[in-house]
C-alpha cells in the first residue's frame, strides 16, 4: 500500500509538471526585454505597460468578461431548471433520452458545433456579433450546469419537500428554503465551470464571431498568426492569474460551506 502511495503521488507531480511548465515558461519570457521566447533579455515590465495601453486588446479583454459573466449566468440558470425537469421525469426511458440529448454538445468536436452555428445563424440572417456568440456560449454552457446540478438532485430527500409543504410552506418558500440549498453547491461549480469554458472557447467562437466583436481567444490567435509578441504572454499572465483567483476564491467559499455544515451536524448531535 505505501509504495503505491508513493508511486501516486509521484505520478500525480509528474503530470502536474508536464501541465504546468509551459504555462511558466509563458510566464516567465513576458518578462523579458526580447522580442520573442528563444533568448530571455533584461528583465523588464515593457510588455505589461505595452498591454494596458493597448486600448484595443483592453477593450476586447472587458468584452470578453462580460460575455463569460452573462453567458454563464444565463446558463446557469436555465440548466438549473432543466436538471429540475429531467429529475422530475418519472419514466426511465424519458429521463435517459433527455441526459442523452443534454450530452451531445459535450461530447460532440467544437468544429462541429461552430459550425453548425454559423449555418444556424446565417439561414436566421442573424448577424454576427455580440450576440450570436452569446448565445453560442450559453448553448454549450447549459449542459455543463446540468451535469452539476444533477448528482445533488440524485442525492436531494424529497421528504423535506413533502415536509415543507405540509408545514404551510408556498412552492416558492419549498424552492428558495430547501431546494436551492440543496443544489447550491451545484449550481456554483456549474456556473465556475461555465464561466472558465467561456472565457477560453476559441473554435466556437470563431465561427460566429463577426468583425464587430472578438474575444480574447479569437484575438491572440489572430496576433500570434503575424509572429510572436510577448505582449501576449503578459495578456496571458494576467488571464492566468485571474483565473487562478477564482479558483481560490471557489476553494475557500467551498471550504467555508464545508466547515458551516460540520457545526450544523454538530449542533444536532449535541
Same mark, same amino acid.
Given at each position: ?64 468578461? /462580460? /460575455? ?20 422530475? !421525469? ?44 452569446? /448565445? ?8 455543463? !450546469? ?5 448528482? &445533488? ?13 405540509? /408545514? %404551510? ?53 489572430? &496576433? ?22 477564482? !479558483? ?9 460551506? !464545508? ?7 454538530? %449542533?444536532?448531535?449535541?
Amino acid at each position: 500500500m505505501r509504495k503505491n502511495s508513493i508511486f501516486a503521488r509521484v505520478y500525480l507531480s509528474f503530470i502536474l509538471v508536464i501541465l504546468y511548465i509551459p504555462i511558466f515558461y509563458l510566464i516567465y519570457f513576458s518578462f523579458s526585454s526580447g522580442k520573442n521566447m528563444n533568448k530571455f533579455g533584461q528583465f523588464t515590465l515593457s510588455h505589461y505597460q505595452d498591454l494596458f495601453q493597448d486600448n484595443r486588446l483592453l477593450a476586447i479583454f472587458l468584452e470578453t468578461i /462580460l /460575455l463569460a459573466l452573462l453567458s454563464s449566468l444565463i446558463a446557469t440558470i436555465v440548466g438549473t431548471f432543466g436538471a429540475l425537469a429531467i429529475t422530475m !421525469v418519472k419514466k426511465k426511458a424519458q429521463k435517459n433520452t433527455l441526459l442523452a440529448l443534454n450530452n451531445v454538445l459535450m461530447v460532440s468536436p467544437d468544429v462541429i458545433i461552430g459550425a453548425s452555428f454559423l449555418i444556424f445563424f446565417t439561414a436566421l440572417g442573424f448577424g454576427l456579433n455580440f450576440g450570436s456568440v452569446l /448565445l453560442s456560449h450559453i448553448a454549450f454552457s447549459i449542459p455543463i !450546469v446540468v451535469l452539476m446540478v444533477l448528482p &445533488r438532485l440524485n442525492e436531494m430527500d424529497f421528504s423535506l419537500i413533502d415536509a415543507a409543504r405540509d /408545514l %404551510g410552506a408556498s412552492g416558492y418558500q419549498v424552492f428558495s428554503n430547501v431546494m436551492i440549498p440543496t443544489m447550491l453547491p451545484g449550481i456554483a461549480a456549474g456556473m465556475f465551470m461555465a464561466l472558465t469554458y467561456s472565457l477560453d472557447d476559441f473554435a466556437v467562437t470563431f465561427f460566429v464571431t463577426g468583425n464587430g466583436f472578438s474575444t480574447l481567444s479569437v484575438e491572440i490567435y489572430s &496576433r500570434a498568426r503575424q509572429g510572436i509578441d510577448l505582449e501576449i504572454n503578459a495578456l496571458s499572465t494576467v488571464m492566468f492569474l485571474f483565473v487562478l483567483v477564482l !479558483v481560490i476564491i471557489y476553494y475557500f467559499l467551498t471550504k467555508r460551506r !464545508v466547515k458551516k455544515g460540520k457545526r450544523m451536524i454538530g %449542533g444536532l448531535i449535541k
